[in-house]
Structures are given as C-alpha cells and as structure tokens.
C-alpha cells in the first residue's frame, strides 16, 4: 500500500505534503505524476492542476511543473481544444455550445475554448444537425407531430445546437418527410 502511495504522489511525510517537505522531491513527483497521466491521453492545464490539488500538491509546486510542461510543450490548450473540436463535432455530432461547454469543463479557459469552437463550419454544423434529426425521425413514426417536434428540438438542444438552428433544421426536415411543421410557424431562426 505505500508503494502505491509513494507512485500515486501521494507518499508524504511529517510535514503531511507529498513527497515530503524537500521542494525538489515534490516537484519530481508532481511532475511524475502529470507524466503518467499524459502518457494515457492529452490533457489540460486546468485538468492537470485539479490532479495534482486532488493528490495533495500546493499550488506554487503545480504551477512550476505545469509551466515546464507548457514550456516544453506537453500541454498546449489552444492545440486540446482543436482536437476536442474535431473529436466532439465530428463524431459525437455536438453543436458550437455543446463542444464549448465540456471544453470549459475540461479545464480549457472561455477564450481558449471560443476561439477553437469558431471553427466549426456553420454549414457543416447544420449538416450535423440535420443527420441528427433524420436519425431520430425513425423511432419516431408511430408520435403525433408536436411530439417529434418537441423531442427532436429537444434532442438538438443536449447536443448543444443553437435554438434558432434547431428550429429551422426541424422544420425543414419534418416538412421534407411530410409532417405538418404548422406549430413551429413564427418561431424566430437565428440567419
């Protein structure tokens, strides 16, 4: 149990911090342990620092291991955030707000993660949206009309589509497959 400790960075001593109360061996192990989790997957700085504050690591320790690692380029938000982009856009079929949030949540700062949500092609978003839409029409054949008009623009909303867009995109694909589309006149589209 202590070798596990001791790997985990969490072997501490009579000052209770890990690695002891000698700097140097806490930034060793706070560094180790910021190597073992990136060794699995990418991730952020606001990610490494809530591990490294979980395992016990003052905030000055962190912060001069999480520079180094930014200063030779092992952790990069801006280069997590365009990956996450792609991963989340791509493949999970989230909208601008959906990908923005779980980078915020992932510990990539607003700006960081605003600017690697703008590159989401609007016209490829809405083409996301409307494969989204079309795939949930399916299971949706024996519901009355507002039902699937309710449970699509709902389904939009969790993926993190804007209102205006999930309403158009809606519309448009329940009228293109013979729905009565008549409750969704007057509701405002975002352009």
Known sequence: MARQAKRDGEAADESGEPGGADPDERFREAK???????????RTRGGLATALARKGFDEET??????????????????YAEMMVRSKHTHQGLGRKGVKTQLIRQGV??????RAVSAIDPAEEEHR???LVRKRMRGMA???????IRRLVA??????YAE????????QELASAGHDTGSLEGVVEEP
């Open 32 to 42: 180790s342990v910021c190597l073992r989790l990136l060794a699995v997957r990418p």
């Open 109 to 114: 700062d607003a700006d960081t993660a605003e």
């Open 62 to 79: 962190a912060g001069e291991v999480l520079d180094r690692l930014e200063r030779a380029k092992l952790i990069d938000d801006a280069e």
């Open 155 to 160: 389904a939009l909303a969790r993926k993190g």
């Open 142 to 148: 024996r519901l009355d009309d507002r039902a699937v």
């Open 164 to 171: 205006g867009l999930a309403y158009r995109v809606v519309r």
């Open 129 to 131: 949206a409307r494969e």
